[in-house]
């Protein structure tokens, strides 16, 4: 069977810099439904469409294509007080951006602590950085009317919602 719209995927994957460096092993398999629902990037979903179980591809993917260009502005330093008082470099929090609407929720990650200064940081781990995404298609089958309903795969190794 070919990925065409309304089939459910799967790829074994990996993730590197253009370096060659691992950026993400890929130890889960990703499963998507294909055609549009936003749940794997369009041009990795582009290159998939029409291949079948077996098939391999690589994309390299420009920061706007994958995570977004790294965002100066979701940089903020916050008062040490405002935090918990078990505060660690990599700790998450949510919060919306300064002048920001409060539905804009943003995670942000701490990436320094100085005295009585927390560094936070909204921008994804990997904003402002090429990728290189490599797969194998290891399944293709076509999506229940549910999944389709829905926008999403159901069962194991989907997305949760």
Not at 65 to 84: C, K, T, W
């Amino acid at each position: 069977m070919q990925i065409e719209q309304n089939t459910v995927v799967t790829i074994k994957y990996q993730v590197t810099d253009p370096d060659g460096g691992m950026v993400d092993a890929g130890e889960q398999a990703i499963v998507y439904l294909h055609g549009g629902f936003d749940d794997i990037f369009p041009k990795i979903e582009e290159a998939l469409q029409g291949k079948q179980a077996g098939d391999a591809i690589q994309v390299k993917l420009q920061p706007d294509e994958a995570f977004g260009e790294y965002d100066a502005d979701l940089v903020q330093i916050e008062s040490r007080e405002n935090f918990p008082k078990e505060l660690q470099v990599g700790m998450q929090f949510e919060g919306a951006p300064e002048g920001g609407d409060e539905d804009d929720f943003v995670i942000y990650r701490v990436t320094e602590i100085i005295e009585d200064k927390v560094m936070l940081d909204g921008n994804h781990p990997l904003a402002g950085m090429a990728l290189v995404f490599s797969c194998t298609v290891s399944d293709v089958r076509a999506a229940s009317s549910e999944e389709l309903e829905h926008g999403h795969v159901h069962g194991s190794g989907g997305h949760v919602h």
